[in-house]
């Protein structure tokens, strides 16, 4: 039986009393090792949601626990570390004055020795493909590259998960790519929960699962191949359905059974390719 | 893009003054401060100026960076100089400028009061020129650690400090975005009546404030979630390191400052 | 408004260390009332372009003329501000220049700067309002507690009421949701044709590119690398990816496709669901070209 990393137990939260709910009685779990996509459309909840799992904000029903803890004022800094959180602003999230400086400040945080420190360091930079830039200032890197340091410095205090809130929103499409790329190659090498928070579908198609968020509330909940097939509720809450799921479904109106729903290029074309031999 | 020229003036190196240990820097500069009105005859300028000189030179910083940073300061050092040589009447006659005799100890006065200035410049911006503001504020963190006993922030100064040097760039790139996002609307940051110029300001102002806070806000929020609860059973990265050569240095200053006690009268 | 580039080079802080040069011997020609997508990675000089549109920098070398306005190193027409009135460019995260207590008077800022009666203004107000996608609600309130898309509608807005000719858009949806930048895209493309507009669309998105403009301009170190009708370049898979590009998502489809079946469906721009009906001929025997 897997065991449950973080769980929400009919969670609702608002930013003041006269407030609207930005979370409305959400309940889900997500288990350990496993990398979970949450999605929706912009105010839809789900960067909240990231908020609360490290105790940045506290709901005002409902509970919520870590690796069985649950989400205190008290408990915050125990909390604080297993979850690690890399934020959408490259800029605003870099305290260091140099990229070994940043990736620093965390075990700096939290008293690693200073060979320790040393040490991780090199391998964190390494894991995240930027040995080369340890002295470099911030000002020097591309927003790309400062979410790359920002990942290495979740990961230099090896937390059980790291949260990515939307992470790859202000890149261009190559940075984009590349910190798709470093997660994978994350999530590959080293034991860990991943939660991606996401309003871009190309980013949810390697998840093992998604949830979908919609006006605070969990709207859907399945893996991306299921998510993928309700095109047209996607659509209804803002978000637009990947080219791949475009066509398959054209093709169906076409007249092209196909086998399933295909998450990229290949399944389709293979898809195709089996029904083309048959006849 | 000219962020090289904002942040002090650092030049990279690699000497024996870029290496030293920036406490033994700023302590000797201190010092140095001190001593410097303490000179009073031609062999005990002689004996500072040479060690200021032979700092210059071992830091192999390229004199233009020296001059440039003095600039600002090369009116005050001459009007120092022409205020002393034409205040004092001591020695004897040498010429008349105006109606104003100048003596020889005037020259000999304004002299030695400019040099001192310039010693002192000299070696202030030598500080800078070889010491990243980073260094610096470890350092001050760690020569105001005693006062810690006092409840004075020290941590937190120097927190604040090397977030403002972390910022100062960033900050720089979007007063320009927003200048130009405003010069685009039609505002004239250059022409006009000063009243209209005044104005201007404040669709720069207004955005780069609240973008500041934002930042503020975030980066609040990204440091803690990254564990930090203040200075308390935190542990550094960058340590400083009183070395060889920084023995070595405190020892040849030693021997300045009692080659100057001996010389002066 | 004609744009004609000729022989553009600049170089940020020449004569220092710092020395960059941005653009490179760059030509072109944008014709009035076209829409022109320019693509090219971080750093290929995208936004030093943008910024010769209206007169924010002067080439270092050659010669720009907006219209009318000719800008080069000796060279700085009169009335700046004219041109600027006639070039409406809306930066990346545009909500950023937001400064005024309503929305209001936001919006009156540019048009006021560049002295417009008061009647006038009023009128643009409630003209720009609904194009994008904004009601006279709004009016009153502050800027600061809108929501970061309804910002940058204001931003836009201050930007439309201008009344430019051309209209530049940098980045233009960056941050913003999917359905926002469906959104704000076809807000653009609306405004571009009722205006007649002459727009310059500076994006990432190859999507975007070949959906709404009508002629492709791909940047790379600071110079010209190609040019044409989109369905022309966005076929050249290597050719882009030699600077850093991709192809739109379709049109590595149909390349896979026609290694797949040896059989090709050209890229037209055409909707999906005409792709769809193709790959539906291909599979039934007919033949991928019509």
Known sequence: ????????????????????????????????????????????????????????????RGEIFIDQKPVTPDTIWEVRKDVGMVFQNPDNQFVGTTVQDDVAFGMENRGFTRTEMLTRLEEVLAAVGMPAYRQTEPHRLSGGQKQRVAIASVLAVSPQVIILDEATAM???????????????????????????????????????????NDGQLWDEGLPREVFSKKDGLKEIGLDTPFISSLAEELKLAGISLTQEPLNHEELLEDLWTLHSRT | MNNALVIGQYVPGNSLIHRLDPRTKITIIFFFVFIVFFANNFWSYAILTVFALASLFTSRVPIRFILKGLMPVWFLIIFTFILHMIVTKEGTPVFNIFTFTVYSGGILQGFAISMRFFLLILVTSLLTLTTTPIEITDAIEELLHPLKKVRFPVHE????????????????????????AQASRGVDFRTGPIKERVQAVVPLLVPLFVSAFKRAEELAMAMEARGYQGGQGRTKLRELKIGKRDIFVYCLFI???????FIRN | MDITFKNVSFVYQQHSPFAHRALDKLDLHIPSGSFVAV???????????????????????????????????????????????????????????LFEETVEKDIRFGPKNFGVGDREIQRRVKEVLPSVGLTEDFLDRSPFDLSGGQMRRVAIAGVLATK??????????????????????????????????????????????????????????????????????????????????????VVRFLDLFEKKFGMSIPYRRQSVKDIAKAIEKVMTGGSGHE
């Open chain 1, 1 to 60: 039986m897997r065991s449950k990393l973080i769980e929400f137990r009919n969670v609702s939260f608002r930013y003041g009393e006269e407030q609207p709910w930005v979370l409305k009685d959400c309940s889900f779990e997500i288990y350990e090792n496993e990398w979970v996509a949450i999605i929706g459309h912009n105010g839809s909840g789900k960067s909240t949601i990231a908020k609360l799992m490290n105790g940045l904000l506290f709901p005002q």
């Open chain 1, 171 to 213: 890149l261009d499409p190559k940075g984009r790519q590349r910190i798709m790329q470093t997660i994978k190659d994350v999530q590959h090498s080293k034991d860990i929960t991943l939660l991606t928070i996401t309003h871009d579908l190309h980013e949810i198609v390697q998840a093992d699962r998604v949830i979908v968020m």
């Open chain 2, 157 to 180: 100064l120097a927190l604040m400090m090397s977030i403002s040097l972390r910022f100062i760039p960033t900050l720089l790139q979007e007063t320009e975005k927003i200048s130009k």
């Open chain 2, 255 to 261: 021997g300045v400052v009692i080659g100057l006690l």
């Open chain 3, 39 to 97: 693509v090219g990675h971080t750093g290929s000089g995208k936004s030093t372009l943008i910024q010769h549109l209206n007169g924010l920098v002067r080439p270092t070398e050659g010669d720009v003329w907006i219209g009318d306005f000719h800008l080069n190193a000796e060279h700085k027409p009169k009335n700046m501000k004219e041109l600027r009135s006639k070039v409406g460019v809306v930066f990346q995260y545009p909500e950023h220049q």
């Open chain 3, 164 to 249: 430019p000719d051309v209209l530049v858009l940098d980045e233009p949806t960056a941050g913003l949701d999917p359905r926002g930048q469906k959104e704000m895209m076809e807000m653009f493309y609306a405004a571009h044709q009722e205006q007649k507009l002459t727009t310059i669309l500076v994006t990432h998105s190859m999507e975007d590119a070949a959906t709404y403009a009508d002629h492709v301009i791909i940047l790379n170190k600071g110079t010209k690398y190609m040019e044409g009708k989109p369905e022309a370049v966005f076929v050249q898979k290597e050719a882009l990816q030699q600077v850093q590009l991709d192809v739109p998502e």
